[in-house]
C-alpha cells in the first residue's frame, strides 16, 4: 500500500497533475488504507478473543484431567459452556448454552 501512495506523491512531484483527479486517487487509496487497517484490527481482536477461548479450554481440560467433582459454583466453567444470556422484558433470563441445553429463570420480586 505504502508503494502506490509513494508513487501518486512522486507522479504529483516530477509532472503536472490535475489536482482534482490526482486528490480522487489519493481519497480512493486513503480509503483503501482505512478499509485494509479496520480489517487488520479486526483480525487481532478475533486472534486475542481465540488465544482467551484456547486458554479457557485449556484450563477447564487440566480440570477434567484431575477427576474432581466440582462441588461448588465454578465461574470459569460456567463462562466456558454458556453461549449466550437473553435477558427479555419481563426481566427473565434465557441462558443457552453450547450444548444446546437453555434454561429460562424468572424474575422474583
Known sequence: ?????????????TAQQDQ????KKYAELEDKYKNKESEYNNL???????KLKESNINSF????????ILLEWDDRIFNF???KAIVHKDKSITF????GYGVTIKAEY
Open 61 to 68: 481440560i487440566e480440570t477434567l484431567k484431575k477427576g474432581e
Open 96 to 99: 443457552k448454552f453450547y450444548s
Open 1 to 13: 500500500m505504502n508503494k502506490e501512495f509513494e508513487l501518486l506523491v512522486k507522479m504529483n512531484t
Open 20 to 23: 482534482t483527479i490526482w486528490w
Open 81 to 83: 459452556t454458556l453461549e
Open 44 to 50: 487481532i481482536s478475533q486472534k486475542e478473543e481465540r
